[in-house]
């Protein structure tokens, strides 16, 4: 047996997409709170990463309600997944045949031909799991988010 069952559309497009309805409010409150974890958490809080951390809501009718915290600055992405051994290539970094990267400082050699790279630090990711009660899935995802 069915039942008939009436759908007010523009209570529920309130309901999920305006800004005053709670789906939104709660997921603008979770990106508010991943963006402020996120400035206390970055390398150099006081820099330019932490400056350059930037957030926006966009909805798609009827479907899906995103919050997004994004950086302007392209070094962020090196620090969040490393680089050279430690990054996604997963590779020593070498430099061209006939170059040398550096100068160091003492002891000696003066200037490397190899380096192993940068470990990650992602804090953009720590800041996720703190602020969401949501799991947090993905690559790199720590197994204690909650």
């Known amino acids: ?9 523009a ?3 309130w309901l999920l ?3 005053g309805g709670p789906v939104y409010r709660h997921v603008e409150q979770i990106m508010l709170n991943t963006a402020q974890a996120a400035v206390a958490l970055a390398p150099h809080a006081s820099g330019r990463t932490a400056r350059s951390l930037h957030r926006r809501m966009s909805v798609q009718r009827g479907r899906r309600v995103t919050g997004t915290v994004f950086s302007t600055n392209p070094v962020v992405r090196y620090l969040e997944e490393g680089t050279g051994l430690y990054g996604p290539r997963r590779r020593i970094i070498r430099s061209r045949s006939g170059k040398r ?6 002891p000696y050699p003066r200037f490397l031909r190899q380096q192993k790279g940068m470990r990650p630090q992602p804090f953009l990711r ?11 899935a993905g690559p790199g995802a720590s197994s204690g988010s909650a």
Do not use: C
């Not at 990267?101 to 003492?106: A, H, L």
């Not at 720590?126 to 947090?136: I, K, N, Q």
């Open 11 to 13: 209570e529920a497009a």
């Open 17 to 19: 997409e305006s800004p």
């Open 101 to 106: 990267m550096g100068p160091i400082r003492r």
């Open 1 to 9: 047996m069915g039942r008939l069952v009436s759908f007010n559309e």
């Open 126 to 136: 720590r800041a996720l799991e703190l602020a969401s009660p949501y799991p947090v």
